[in-house]
């Protein structure tokens, strides 16, 4: 079994046909596949990347779009220390969508949940009916990552997920997340090196405070 500094458990979500599902096979499994079934529920895959020379293992939740599913989908958000909130390119109804997809997260998962919005299908860009800058424009209103991607092509696939982690991991070593508890979705791992760090920010916690 693979050990790990952290383990950081992520949420996908976003509108019904925006590429959720082949979001999370092409960053699992390296494949892609033109024909996937609805996502009833969740889904669920894993993997272990390397941030700054520590291993992390993501833990992420694909959520079904349909609204009939959204009851199910909020339950998911709690504990999640990061999430992707997909939209299409090719159909601006999906991006119009966001705006309630990014309340209904911060509605129901905690403050310190690291969100990036990604633009997917940039491979159709003959078919493009969001630009590149509206898609910044509201990340940056909204104080978001972003980026846009291909599951197909496999573009920027990889960032998607790492520059998010990358984030999660600088909260982790500024003491912003409590690591004693799971509510922020992070989890300490079986490696000696986390376990260090978290022992000398709790040495430090205890020395400020006597």
């Known amino acids: 079994m693979s050990s790990y500094a952290y383990l950081f458990k992520y949420i996908i979500i976003g509108d019904t046909g925006v590429g959720k599902s082949c979001l999370l096979l092409q960053f699992t499994d390296r494949r892609f596949t033109p024909i996937h079934d609805l996502t009833i529920g969740v889904e669920f895959g894993a993997r272990i990347v390397t941030v700054e020379d520590k291993q992390l293992k993501l833990q992420i939740w694909d959520t079904a779009g349909q609204e009939s599913f959204r009851s199910i989908t909020r339950s998911y958000y709690r504990g999640a220390a990061g999430a992707l909130l997909v939209y299409d390119i090719t159909r601006k109804e999906t991006f119009d ?114």
Do not use: P
Not at 127 to 147: I, P, W
Not at 156 to 182: H, M, P, R
């Open 97 to 210: 969508h966001i705006l309630s997809w990014l309340q209904d997260a911060k509605a129901h998962s905690s403050s310190d949940m690291t969100i990036i919005l990604v633009g997917n299908k940039a491979d159709l860009e003959h078919r493009r009916e969001v630009s590149t800058e509206s898609g910044e424009a509201f990340a940056r209103e909204h104080g978001l990552l972003f980026l846009e991607t291909s599951a197909k092509n496999n573009t920027n696939v990889e960032q998607a997920f790492l520059t998010t982690a990358a984030k999660i991991y600088e909260k982790v070593k500024a003491g912003d997340l409590d690591l004693s508890t799971e509510r922020h979705g992070v989890k300490v791992g079986a490696s000696s090196n986390a376990i260090s760090l978290l022992d000398d920010a709790t040495t430090e916690t205890k020395s400020a405070c006597c």
